[in-house]
């Protein structure tokens, strides 16, 4: 189990723009976002709700408080947010358990970022119980730390998750890329001051000055995250 214990001493070489990379979790490595959803489904059906498919762009991507939240007072449900935040972790734990598929290029990434001694972060709005479960189909052993949205005051969208690992990394955040693939995540990353790569799961992300939008991780290795930093370093310098 890898925590956010921190890495220290573990940098890029000398003169790199690229200091660290920080991945999302769900949508970005692993498929799972559509469990998600299959799971609030599955859940409110037995508290005699149907969910509107409309909702699932609102819900996606964002901490369980605020999933949650929302799907309680969208449909008036008599449940309280820690009793369904249970009963979600539990059904999404139980899903997990009977297939976990990496997200294309996912594995191929993560082991040349490992070969490569690249100082590289786990940061999700996950749980940390859920976070172990899904390490032990990734492998812990590719991710210095991991940061989970139960462990900080403050989860995405909020830049508090990136700025912490960026710091236990021992790395500027301007010199972090960070891979995500939701609204919320990116604006997390972005307000933390790092680069962020975009690889949308759900719904579109456009753009930006600090974005960089890809179809897929295969479009993903060590030389574009070089290239994208170092373009980034010289225009902000």
């Not at 799907?71 to 935040?85: F, H």
């Not at 949205?149 to 508090?160: C, I, L, Q, S, Y």
């Not at 604006?187 to 759900?202: L, M, N």
Request: aromatic share 6%; charged share 20%.
């Amino acid at each position: 189990m890898t925590s956010t214990v921190p890495a220290l001493g573990i940098r890029t070489a000398e003169g790199s723009a690229l200091q660290a990379v920080l991945l999302d979790m769900d949508g970005t490595l692993v498929d799972t976002e559509g469990f998600w959803w299959d799971v609030e489904v599955a859940v409110f059906a037995t508290l005699g709700h149907a969910l509107d498919d409309s909702w699932r762009h609102v819900v996606v991507g964002g901490p369980m408080t605020r999933s949650a939240g929302f799907l309680i007072e969208a449909t008036g449900a008599d449940i309280t947010l820690p009793e369904l935040s249970v009963l979600l972790n539990d059904g999404f734990e139980e899903r997990i358990g009977h297939s976990l598929p990496l997200m294309p290029g996912a594995a191929r990434l993560l082991a040349e970022l490992a070969a490569h001694e690249i100082p590289t972060a786990l940061v999700s709005a996950s749980h940390r119980r859920i976070i172990d479960r899904v390490l032990d189909a990734i492998g812990s052993h590719f991710f210095h730390l991991t940061v989970a949205g139960d462990e900080v005051e403050r989860t995405k969208p909020f830049p508090d998750p990136y700025l912490l690992a960026a710091a236990r990394l021992d790395a500027e955040p301007a010199r972090c890329a960070v891979i995500e693939d939701t609204s919320t995540g990116i604006a997390s990353a972005e307000a933390a001051g790092c680069q962020v790569i975009a690889v949308p799961s759900v719904a579109p992300i456009a753009p930006a000055a600090r974005r960089t939008v890809v179809n897929s991780l295969e479009e993903v290795d060590l030389p574009f995250l070089h290239r994208l930093m170092t373009k980034a370093h010289s225009r902000d310098h």
